[in-house]
């Protein structure tokens, strides 16, 4: 059993930056892929990031990569989401994520083990 609990959201203004941190609970956290996805108001869960359980692995959606990075501190139990020149499009609840497969999570949710209770990110133009 693993819990996620997200921190970070917040609102900010286009073109700024947030951190997200998600805190693990359970002694097998290095042993689970980490993901982001995010959920918009009226639209499906979509895919973020992903991270595998030694970090040597990451995966982005194409509409992040330069943007975002996502990292882990397998010590700490604590998967990260730096979001750098945020925009209006970018709104929506995040959502931590872990996954029984070391490569990281896979983009669809339906394949996701555990989920966090989400954070909002609302960013205004």
């Known amino acids: 059993q693993v819990q996620l609990v997200e921190s970070g959201g917040g609102s900010v203004q286009a073109g700024g930056s947030l951190r997200l941190s998600c805190a693990a609970s359970?002694?097998?956290?290095?042993?689970?892929?980490m993901g982001w996805f995010r959920q918009a108001p009226g639209k499906e869960r979509e895919f973020v990031a992903s991270?595998?359980?030694?970090?040597?692995?990451?995966d982005y959606t194409d509409s992040v990569k330069g943007r975002f990075t996502i990292s882990r501190d397998n010590a700490m139990n604590t998967v990260y989401l730096q979001m750098n020149s945020l925009s209006s499009e970018d709104t929506a609840v995040y959502y931590c994520?872990?996954?029984?497969?070391?490569?990281?999570?896979?983009?669809?949710?339906?394949?996701?083990?555990?989920w966090g209770q989400g954070t909002q990110v609302t960013v205004s133009s």
């Open positions: 359970g002694r097998t956290f290095s042993a689970y892929g």
């Open positions: 991270i595998s359980a030694s970090g040597g692995l990451i």
């Open positions: 994520a872990a996954a029984a497969m070391r490569l990281g999570v896979p983009r669809l949710p339906n394949a996701v083990n555990y």
